[in-house]
């Protein structure tokens, strides 16, 4: 198969190089990485942020903190770049999804941080397939304008891998429904609403008595957030939500009711199949490639000169060309209309464990350096590779467990019997 660029393609491309060349603020362009001083109180507590992303940056009390993330807010909000694959008319700038590939690829190797998170990532096509044209209508232009960030509300503390064990209950009185429980693993602490899987026939068989339901905010009565503290010594990622008597309006739920698992499989094949390269990867390669032939680097690790290191670099390297091309394969089953299923199991099994090989890789090639942590002016590479090494570990977990993955990928690719 021959990915190169149409001259169409090629004439897109250098249009969003120049944007993220001309838009992209200082804040993200020179940002060392994970920076930990971005501070936001949540329920009286002080949380620390890691500041080197949008989402933290949109809720910093730092002005200049904040500026830059309504800068680069408004900028991509401006062109549609938000969630860029969406209908224009739905606040999207209407890319193909080989355009949307494109986008992506630049925006990786430009260093540029997202804006929208979930909601534009996943609950808005989760909108478009299994939502009703009110609820398209209401939530997505917002989302869009980058005026709303969701938190995804599926794992529980006895609800992880076998998620449909989840227990949150979700009881109809009238036209709302009232809820009770917990989730975990979400982000309510950078999150302004939650969207929740939640049980609705506590009698039917597991995967038939879950419903998919919006909670339109976070501060609602009866809403507690806890943020969980991560090895990274930040709150960023995780957090506990919990649910005491929330009443949610009944016109929140997406899809049937009692038919919500099949609506989070829906957005789960979405997230598995999130349309990106492995631009990402490649750059901190790279990084650790120039490192490594810098003074520093050849006086403090030696790395150029160590056989073993170099070999392992270039099987990170020609893992991302892997990854590249699985990544184009996903990107042509959308824009040919197909939801990929166990191909995107591939696709994140694959990428996630790349994440881990490529951290492992920069913090063995750094040797006893990597203990030294971010903001330590001896770090090498600011002590990414130290960073990366701790906040990649759940990258195999998050979003569907690799076992879980090749679960799919032996019963619906391989059409071998469970076990």
Not at 81 to 88: M, Q, R, T
Not at 262 to 288: N, P, Q
Request: net charge negative; aromatic share 10%; charged share 25%.
């Amino acid at each position: 198969m021959d990915w190169s660029d149409t001259p169409e393609q090629a004439e897109f491309r250098e249009y969003v190089r120049r944007f993220f060349a001309d838009k992209l603020p200082d804040r993200y362009r020179n940002a060392p990485h994970a920076e930990f001083h971005n501070v936001r109180a949540v329920n009286g507590e002080e949380i620390i942020l890691n500041s080197a992303s949008w989402t933290g940056d949109r809720l910093s009390e730092d002005p200049e903190i904040h500026q830059a993330a309504e800068d680069w807010g408004a900028a991509l909000s401006a062109e549609g770049y938000v969630a860029p694959a969406w209908p224009k008319e739905l606040g999207g700038a209407g890319f193909s999804t080989r355009e949307q590939f494109i986008f992506h690829e630049e925006r990786e190797k430009a260093g540029a941080p997202r804006a929208g998170g979930t909601g534009a990532m996943f609950l808005g096509s989760v909108l478009m397939v299994h939502g009703n044209e009110e609820q398209r209508a209401r939530y997505m232009p917002a989302i869009a304008r980058g005026e709303i960030e969701w938190a995804q509300g599926y794992s529980e503390p006895g609800a992880g891998s076998d998620l449909a064990s989840l227990s949150l209950r979700a009881e109809r009185d009238g036209d709302e429904y009232v809820l009770n429980g917990q989730k975990i693993w979400s982000t309510p602490q950078t999150s302004d609403a939650i969207y929740c899987l939640v049980r609705t026939d506590p009698d039917a068989p597991k995967h038939r008595g879950i419903s998919f339901l919006m909670v339109d905010s976070l501060t609602a009565p009866g809403i507690v957030m806890k943020p969980l503290l991560n090895a990274c010594f930040d709150h960023g990622r995780f957090g506990e939500t919990f649910f005491d008597n929330v009443r949610v309006p009944a016109e929140n739920l997406i899809g049937e009711e009692n038919r919500g698992w099949y609506v989070a499989m829906t957005l789960m094949d979405f997230d598995r199949a999130s349309i990106s390269g492995t631009g990402e990867d490649r750059r901190t390669i790279h990084k650790l490639i120039d490192y490594s032939h810098s003074d520093a680097g050849r006086t403090r690790t030696r790395i150029a000169e160590l056989p073993s290191v170099r070999a392992e670099i270039a099987d990170r390297m020609i893992e991302t060309e892997v990854g590249h091309n699985l990544s184009y394969r996903l990107a042509w089953m959308q824009s040919s209309g197909l939801i990929p299923n166990y191909e995107a199991s591939m696709g994140k099994v694959f990428s996630t464990e790349l994440h881990q090989r490529v951290a492992r890789t920069g913090a063995k090639a750094l040797g006893l350096y990597t203990n030294i942590w971010p903001g330590d002016s001896r770090a090498p590479v600011e002590g990414e590779f130290s960073d990366r090494y701790v906040r990649m570990i759940p990258d195999s977990i998050a979003g569907g467990t690799s076992e879980i993955q090749r679960n799919v990928i032996a019963t619906r690719g391989l059409g071998l019997p469970r076990s």
